[in-house]
């Protein structure tokens, strides 16, 4: 398998540190309103990337954490009158309820950051033992000027960092470019530190996480571009400067922007569309379709168009999955990822789900033809049923049916056998009255949901 490395800028050959085990880390939210579609992104395409690799035999352990302190939370305390930990656990919960929804469940855990508190300060400790942090008037500040690989994940160096309009310029920092690791604070919520009351900084939390339940290196990590600078950037530069590996992760993926008519898809801008708002009125995996027909590399565009002409697209899969999957004679027996070499080729190739999905459509073309021997149908809905152990695009009401229709259809060729056409028809009827269309043709008998 080969993807694009952010850190080299190579499409490079995936090789875990240990055989046959990865250990992934994702960038998870940060907990005080609804996820939009750009975190959702996000975190389809990685819940798709770890069901492919479970899909071919690695044992993964897909670790996310969750900010669940920070002053965007403090905020939304202060508008909503609650506590701060009120809201992060309603948002915590909101977001879980959302990933659902999108049949988002690799995750092996959620680390929410303040419940690993001793972990941040052990490493701040440890980096200003070895000179890389400083305390401050106002907290503890990490010393970029002591990392000589600062800015290598994001191709800058520190000129044009200082330059930048994205550093904090305190008169408490040596350099411009310094960041963070905890902040001094009076006010509620604070925890007793060596440095005084405070709490700890965004970028600190995920290295502490990290190296708690993988130690200082791992294979993958994982984000949206967004996140390359400084938020990664910081994290290569504190747990390397800990550990003086060569690597904090191996491989780095970033997957690209979601475009709101235009502009990026952020919260800050109010450029949104959160996904709870649209599985309201569109299927969770009519939302992955959309959000996986396109790589991951590959910036996208929403708008209320685009999107409808996507669940278009998407129906028309489902309805070729349903009349393939009515062959009861498919079974899970067959080898199914031998008949589906051509997407685990795909996959293998920098992880293109758009071609996947297009050669899917290929084959839904086929199935409408209505000329599809049984042999070559039955080598269909492997492909179909493979592909969607990772992609998810195809809901398991369908697969459901599929398990049931083949007997229900005997029964109605039994009927009419027996001359029974009334009683055969009624089986028609109820169907067409749940949606689901039957169609004799040439001898034989198919369904599909929708017409």
Not at 104 to 127: G, N, P
Not at 129 to 137: C, H, W
Not at 415 to 440: F, Q, T
Request: hydrophobic share 35%.
């Amino acid at each position: 398998m080969r993807f694009r490395d952010t850190l080299s800028g190579e499409v490079k050959e995936f090789t875990p540190i240990a055989e046959g085990r990865v250990n992934i880390f994702v960038c998870g939210p940060t907990v005080y309103d609804y996820i939009q579609l750009g975190n959702a992104r996000t975190f389809v395409f990685f819940d798709m990337f770890v069901k492919y690799l479970r899909a071919i035999g690695y044992e993964v352990f897909y670790l996310q954490n969750i900010t669940d302190l920070d002053d965007k939370t403090l905020t939304r305390a202060k508008e909503e009158k609650k506590e701060w930990d009120e809201v992060s656990n309603f948002y915590y919960k909101a977001y879980l309820d959302d990933c659902k929804s999108l049949d988002i469940d690799s995750v092996s855990h959620h680390a929410r950051a303040t419940l690993y508190l001793e972990e941040i300060k052990s490493q701040i400790l440890r980096l200003i033992k070895l000179g890389y942090a400083y305390a401050s008037s106002d907290g503890v500040y990490f010393d970029t000027s002591k990392f000589r690989d600062y800015g290598k994940l994001s191709k800058q160096n520190l000129d044009q960092i200082i330059m930048g309009a994205r550093v904090e310029i305190r008169a408490s920092k040596k350099n411009p470019q310094d960041f963070v690791l905890w902040k001094l604070a009076d006010d509620k919520p604070n925890w007793n530190s060596p440095w005084g009351s405070g709490r700890p900084g965004w970028h600190i939390e995920d290295t502490a996480i990290t190296e708690h339940f993988f130690g200082p290196e791992y294979d993958v990590h994982g984000g949206g571009t967004d996140l390359i600078f400084p938020h990664h950037e910081a994290e290569i530069a504190q747990m390397r400067s800990i550990s003086g590996s060569k690597f904090l992760s191996k491989y780095w993926i970033h997957g690209a922007f979601l475009n709101f008519k235009g502009e990026k898809m952020s919260k800050s801008t109010g450029n949104v569309v959160k996904v709870r708002d649209l599985v309201k009125s569109s299927p969770g995996s009519a939302v992955r379709y959309f959000l996986l027909n396109s790589n991951y590399s590959s910036e996208m565009l929403y708008t209320d168009e685009v999107f409808q002409s996507s669940v278009e697209g998407w129906k028309r899969l489902q309805k070729a999955f349903s009349i393939a999957n009515s062959f009861h004679k498919c079974t899970e027996e067959c080898r199914i990822e031998k008949d589906s070499a051509d997407i685990i080729a795909f996959m293998d190739d920098d992880l293109k789900t758009r071609e996947i999905i297009a050669s899917l459509h290929d084959i839904a073309s086929e199935i409408f033809k209505g000329k599809v021997a049984e042999k070559q149908m039955i080598t269909y809905v492997h492909k179909f049923r493979f592909a969607n152990k990772f992609l998810g695009i195809f809901s398991e009401q369908a697969t459901n049916l599929g398990q049931i229709m083949g007997p229900l259809l005997q029964v109605r060729k039994e009927l009419r056998e027996m001359g029974l056409y009334k009683e055969s028809d009624m089986i028609r009827s109820k169907l067409k009255d749940a949606g689901i269309v039957i169609e004799d043709k040439s001898g034989e008998t198919t369904w599909s949901i929708g017409g």
